[in-house]
C-alpha cells in the first residue's frame, strides 16, 4: 500500500491548512487510519486517528479542537483540517494505514506508511 499525503505548506500563525492522504495500490475503507508528524529533532508524534467508517476519530491533547480529523472511503482518501496553527505545530506530517479497522496512538499500530508533507507556520 502506498500512502501520499499532500496539502503542507507555509502559513502565518492563526492560519489554516487541509491536509490529504490518499492510497494509490489498494483501498483502505476497511482500515483505520491516522496521522503523525515529526518536528526537527524530535519523535513522531501522535496526532490523530480515525476508524474505518469514520466514526470513532482520536486527537492528541495538544491538537484537540483545532483539527479535525474525517475520511471520504468513496474517494480513498483521509483529510486532516487544521485551524489555529501556532509555529509548534511546525512539522512533517505522516499519513498512516492500520490493518485493522481502527488506529492508535503509537506507531507500532500502523503498518502503511506515506511520504510526509512538510507545515512551516511562521510566527
Known amino acids: 500500500v502506498q500512502l501520499q499525503a499532500s496539502g503542507g505548506g507555509l502559513v502565518h500563525t492563526g492560519g489554516s491548512l487541509r491536509l490529504s492522504c490518499t492510497a494509490s495500490t489498494r483501498r483502505f475503507s476497511n482500515n483505520g487510519l491516522g496521522w503523525f508528524r515529526q518536528a526537527p529533532g524530535k519523535e513522531h508524534d501522535f496526532v490523530a486517528s480515525i476508524n474505518w467508517n469514520g466514526g470513532a476519530t482520536f486527537y492528541a491533547d495538544h491538537v484537540k479542537d483545532r483539527f479535525t480529523v474525517s475520511r471520504d472511503n468513496a474517494k480513498n482518501t483521509m483529510y486532516l483540517q487544521m485551524t489555529g496553527l501556532t509555529p509548534e505545530d511546525t512539522a512533517v506530517y505522516y499519513c498512516?494505514?492500520?490493518?485493522?479497522?481502527?488506529?492508535?496512538?503509537?506507531?507500532?499500530?500502523?503498518?502503511?506508511w506515506g511520504q510526509g508533507t512538510q507545515v512551516t507556520v511562521s510566527s
Open positions: 498512516a494505514a492500520a490493518r485493522r479497522a481502527w488506529g492508535g496512538r503509537s506507531r507500532s499500530d500502523y503498518t502503511y
